[in-house]
């Protein structure tokens, strides 16, 4: 240890607070400057030339600018890009594949298909509806003009032509004499019923409308659908939901 | 190092970097501007550069520029030249007196005593980012806290 004299108090004061003296030097420096009150002032001024840290850093705003975007290292990530590009890839080819599957496709078609398919049952079981109704107009018809008939040849002339006058027993004898397959249906009294004018009227009716349908039927091309548009007064469709 | 470990520098470093400047050149503009150039020539220098010495690395950086600063402006003191420098007689304040003190000193002191005091650096590594050896940085902090202990005893004894 260095003895400690008035020309090396301030390189001792100075290294006192520097914190590079022992315990035992830092109390000689404290003994002499008991010693020598003159050096008090100097130990206190040494003390006071040190710059103290406010805790916190001032912030100069800098941070934001000299901050880099954190670039992908090929080296240093390199099996973290392959995989991720592998996982990209099988992502998208299932993509397309789930997208541009033709089984995908085809079950929609069947789908329209078969609602095309019910639309036409519809109309084939309305158009057999129609037929049935025709048929059994035709029955009816055909019942009434075998009636008719029979009694027009019972009747006077006088009746008979007043009978045959009317149009709707004209295409009724027609269409009678054409069914050369005509089987009388049985439960038909063969006697002839009296006619009257109303009957004739009925059954004119009866037999235009069903001669309509029916032509309708042999005529495809005059309608194309094959089914009349306009609900008939007396058609009833088979098909609830039609 | 890592573009991460860079952004960790900067976190940890640039305003240290910036206020080391700023004590050193009294300029808080110019050390933005040499904070931001360190920065980018240490992004340059990052395949170089161990994190572990990026600390000492910037410091040494910014010292440089400060001098090519100083220089350029021919604000550079030698020891021989001493500024005047006013006193605020009216608010004494110690920590005013201690800014107005640096002043005083010559760059180089004044990097001695802001690297030790504000950032805690050893001897050793003052010398290194200084390129002084450990004696030579002693001497010139011995030197530069005999100015401001003289300044400040001037400055009780005027008040």
Redesign the interface.
């Known amino acids: 240890m260095v003895k400690i004299t008035k020309e090396n108090i301030?390189?001792f004061i100075?290294e006192y607070h520097?914190g590079n003296l022992s315990d035992t030097d830092k109390a000689e420096v404290l003994n002499f400057i008991h010693q020598h009150p003159e050096y008090e002032?100097?130990f206190a001024?040494?003390a006071?030339?040190?710059?103290?840290?406010e805790g916190s850093?001032?912030?100069?705003g800098?941070?934001n600018?000299?901050?880099?975007?954190?670039?992908v290292?090929w080296y240093?990530n390199k099996w973290f890009a392959i995989s991720g590009s592998v996982v990209v890839l099988v992502i998208g080819l299932y993509s397309y594949l789930l997208t541009f599957n033709p089984k995908t496709t085809s079950v929609t078609a069947p789908s329209l298909h078969s609602t095309s398919v019910k639309q036409s049952e519809k109309k084939e079981t309305s158009i057999s509806g129609a037929e049935t109704n025709v048929n059994r107009t035709i029955q009816n018809t055909n019942h009434s003009s075998v009636t008719i008939d029979e009694a027009a040849q019972s009747l006077t002339p006088a009746a008979t032509i007043e009978n045959k006058t009317s149009a709707g027993i004209r295409m009724a004898d027609t269409m009678f004499k054409t069914n050369k397959d005509y089987i009388p249906v049985s439960g038909i009294e063969d006697k002839p019923k009296s006619i009257s004018k109303t009957d004739t009227i009925q059954h004119t009716t009866n037999v235009t409308q069903s001669n309509t349908q029916v032509k309708n039927k042999k005529n495809p091309a005059k309608n194309k659908s094959g089914v009349s548009l306009k609900p008939e007064n007396k058609f009833i469709p088979t098909n609830p939901d039609f | 190092m890592?573009?991460?470990l860079?952004?960790q520098s900067?976190?940890d470093y640039?305003?240290?970097v910036?206020?080391f400047v700023?004590k050193l050149l009294q300029d808080?503009t110019a050390?933005?501007d040499i904070?931001?150039e360190a920065?980018l020539r240490l992004?340059e220098n990052r395949d170089k550069i161990d994190f572990d010495k990026v600390r000492a690395w910037l410091f040494t950086t910014a010292y440089r520029l400060s001098i090519d600063y100083l220089k350029q402006k021919n604000r550079f003191y030698s020891d021989e030249w001493i500024p005047e420098i006013s006193i605020d007689q009216e608010n004494p304040d110690?920590k005013k007196v201690?800014h107005d003190?640096l002043s005083l000193l010559t760059e180089q002191q004044k990097s001695i005593?802001?690297l030790k005091?504000?950032e805690g650096y050893s001897y050793e590594e003052i010398g290194k980012i200084l390129q002084l050896n450990e004696s030579q940085v002693k001497v010139y902090?011995?030197r530069a806290?005999?100015k401001?202990?003289?300044y400040?005893?001037d400055l009780?004894l005027v008040l």
């Open positions: 301030e390189y100075f520097e002032n100097d001024h040494w006071q030339s040190y710059f103290h840290t850093v001032q912030n100069y800098l941070t600018q000299l901050l880099q975007k954190d670039a290292s240093g | 890592s573009a991460k860079y952004n900067v976190h640039s305003n240290r910036c206020r700023d808080s050390a933005k904070t931001q920065y992004w110690l201690l003190a005593i802001l005091d504000y902090l011995f806290r005999k401001i202990k003289e400040i005893g009780r």
